[in-house]
């Protein structure tokens, strides 16, 4: 099958003919001939090690895994790709002949699988995902992150991702959370950047691999939580709280929570997308959560001032 060697920095210009794609398998198989033929540039690496090796070299536009790998299953290299190089952007699919076990296919979806599919059956979809996934993978590259202080994407970026993982999760009956972090700072705009920055900081700690994490404002963060409905949701907001009291101490700011979240996205009939705008409003209008008024989700209630008691006593 072809090779490519895209150097990973260059002064140079590199001409690109095609999208590169890493495949990491260490048996025989014609899924190299398909996707050459299909139009795409392809490298091979026989074991996780060399895939995360390349992955670094060559900067791909996709890697296909395959879980037959002697050294690292299907989920463990796409850990290694996201911890090792954690601001590149790319679709990571583990193919494999047989269907996996349903415990297999979330643990692949948690360490940054973007899918989990079969060859040769799934050859078809497989090609229509691929190309889908690096156009949006090149989208994300080429807008680059929206806020300097940070380096987290904006809400665009947010919106197309919350898109991205809806089509995922919702051929598994999966569900989805937006959880909107808002820091009360006050006038002083010194000390409300350094905050921020400790905000930012702690939430890109804590977050799971499969979490999507963004800035919606100077001081307002929003965080996409596959697999997380409400219940998980309010679980993931005290979790953040606890984190950033230990992040800045007793003089930590107050901290307002707004979230949304959807339990089955194959039969919700709402925009992925919307629970980003929908947790931002929550913030100002939502309904607050019973024992914790400092949060509040989605929906309209007799209550709609803001409520701001002080969520470091977690009351």
């Not at 229509?128 to 970026?157: E, I, Y």
Request: glycine share 8%; net charge positive.
């Amino acid at each position: 099958m072809g090779t490519a060697e895209r150097p990973a920095s260059s002064s140079a210009a590199v001409v690109k003919t095609s999208p590169v794609v890493l495949f990491a398998t260490a048996t025989a198989t014609t899924l190299g001939v398909d996707l050459e033929t299909a139009g795409f540039t392809v490298a091979r690496a026989d074991s996780g090690a060399e895939a995360v090796a390349k992955t670094r070299k060559l900067l791909p536009d996709a890697i296909l895994i395959s879980p037959d790998l002697s050294d690292l299953d299907g989920a463990e290299v796409c850990e290694r790709v996201r911890t090792e190089l954690p601001s590149l952007t790319v679709p990571m699919i583990i193919v494999a002949t047989d269907p996996p076990a349903a415990a297999k296919r979330i643990a692949a979806l948690r360490a940054g699988a973007w899918d989990y599919l079969r060859y040769p059956e799934d050859l078809e979809e497989l090609l229509l995902k691929l190309r889908s996934f690096v156009f949006s993978a090149t989208r994300v590259r080429s807008d680059g992150p929206t806020d300097p202080m940070t380096g987290l994407q904006g809400r665009p970026l947010l919106a197309r991702r919350a898109r991205e993982l809806g089509a995922l999760l919702a051929r598994k009956h999966g569900a989805l959370a937006c959880v909107v972090f808002a820091l009360e700072v006050g006038d002083n705009d010194v000390q409300g950047k350094r905050w921020a920055a400790s905000t930012a900081r702690m939430l890109k700690n804590v977050e799971r691999i499969s979490d999507v994490l963004g800035a919606l404002g100077p001081t307002e963060f929003a965080m996409l939580a596959p697999a997380t409905d409400h219940a998980g949701a309010v679980q993931l907001a005290r979790r953040i709280a606890a984190a950033l009291r230990i992040e800045v101490g007793g003089a930590a700011p107050q901290l307002r929570v707004g979230y949304d979240a959807v339990a089955n996205l194959r039969y919700s009939p709402i925009d992925p997308a919307k629970l980003v705008s929908n947790a931002s409003e929550a913030l100002r209008s939502g309904v607050p959560e019973p024992g914790f008024p400092w949060m509040r989700r989605f929906g309209r209630g007799r209550e709609g001032n803001r409520t701001t008691q002080n969520w470091r006593t977690g009351s």
